[in-house]
Each structure stands twice: as structure tokens, then as C-alpha cells.
């Protein structure tokens, strides 16, 4: 049995078309794909070395629940030299991919009915993750003469009376 939260989730249009470039792949049609919003480089190698370390040392169970330490510590650096953010290790969660750490925030952030704002245009999967968690997306229109950036008088025009000051 489907919840219904679940089955009031709208298809993120981009999978259907990616599984039907694939299929086209498969047939050996040339597809350029311009649905994905993915970088048109591999893993560096790097990476790939680190994972194999990784598997190689049994490093493949459970680690601390925000994220292996070591990571966070570093992440925490990157931002300091990088953006000059200062950010503790406590304060970062490692999530695979921005997905569920979007869901994880919302989850923390929103009671049921409450009202989150959204661009529009935007990604078209935060209108369902914020009514899967049971709060309601208000859509505030971006325009591209402003690079796509928020306006004021839009986003005072969608608060609640007691909050449009
Ligand atoms: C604006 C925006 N937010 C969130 C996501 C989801 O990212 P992830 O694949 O890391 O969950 C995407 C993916 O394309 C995106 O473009």
C-alpha cells in the first residue's frame, strides 16, 4: 500500500528522459544529452585511488552518523581556506549528494502547513520535497534582467501579513 504523500509526487520529467536517451543509446543512436546537470568529466583519479584504499583497508561499515570524522575535519578546512567560513566539524553532515540533505533540513525546519519559498523558475524537485514533508511551497517569480536573484517587494508580497515589514 502506497502512502498517499508518496503517490502525490509528481515525476521529475528529467529521469524519464534520460532512461529513454539510454534506451536510444542502447539502439547505438549518437544522443547529446542536455538533461542532466552533471559535470562532462569522470572522478578524478584521485578519487577513484582513495576509494580503492578505502575498500582495499575494509573501510566499508558504519561510520560516526554525520559522517566519517576525518572528512568532516577536512571539509571544515576547505571551508576556512577556501571561503573563509568558519565552520566546526559538528556542525557538517555528509549526505550522498544534496538531496537528502535538502529533505533532512526541511524535516528539521518545517512543521506541518508551513510555508517555504521557492523561485520560480527553480529545480523542479524542491516543490516535492517540501510537500512530501508536509509544508507547502509558495513560488516567488526570479526574473532573468536580475540573474535570476530574488526581488524584495516579491518576497515581502508572499509573507504573511505579520511578517511583510
Ligand atoms: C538546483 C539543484 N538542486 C538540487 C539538485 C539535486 O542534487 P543531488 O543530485 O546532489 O541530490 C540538483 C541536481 O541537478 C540541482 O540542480
Do not use: W
Not at 102 to 128: K, R
Request: proline share 5%.
Amino acid at each position: 500500500m502506497i502512502a498517499q504523500k508518496a503517490k502525490e509526487i509528481t515525476p521529475f520529467i528529467v529521469m524519464e528522459v534520460l532512461e529513454k536517451a539510454a534506451e536510444m543509446e542502447q539502439q547505438g543512436i549518437n544522443v547529446i544529452h542536455l538533461e542532466v546537470g552533471e559535470p562532462d568529466f569522470n572522478v578524478p583519479k584521485c578519487v577513484s585511488v582513495a576509494e580503492q584504499k578505502a575498500f582495499d583497508e575494509g573501510r566499508t561499515h558504519y561510520t560516526h552518523s554525520l559522517g566519517d570524522p576525518e572528512l568532516r575535519k577536512q571539509i571544515a578546512e576547505k571551508y576556512k581556506e577556501e571561503y573563509n567560513v568558519s565552520v566546526s566539524p559538528g556542525q557538517i553532515i555528509v549526505t550522498s549528494g544534496s538531496s537528502p540533505a535538502i529533505l533532512l533540513t526541511l524535516g528539521v525546519l518545517c512543521d506541518a502547513g508551513d510555508e517555504v519559498i521557492i523561485s520560480d523558475p527553480g529545480y523542479a524537485c524542491y516543490e516535492n520535497f517540501i510537500r512530501f514533508i508536509g509544508a507547502k511551497a509558495i513560488k516567488v517569480p526570479v526574473y532573468e534582467e536580475d540573474g535570476f536573484q530574488y526581488r524584495y517587494e516579491e518576497i515581502k508580497s508572499a509573507l504573511p501579513t505579520e511578517h511583510a515589514q
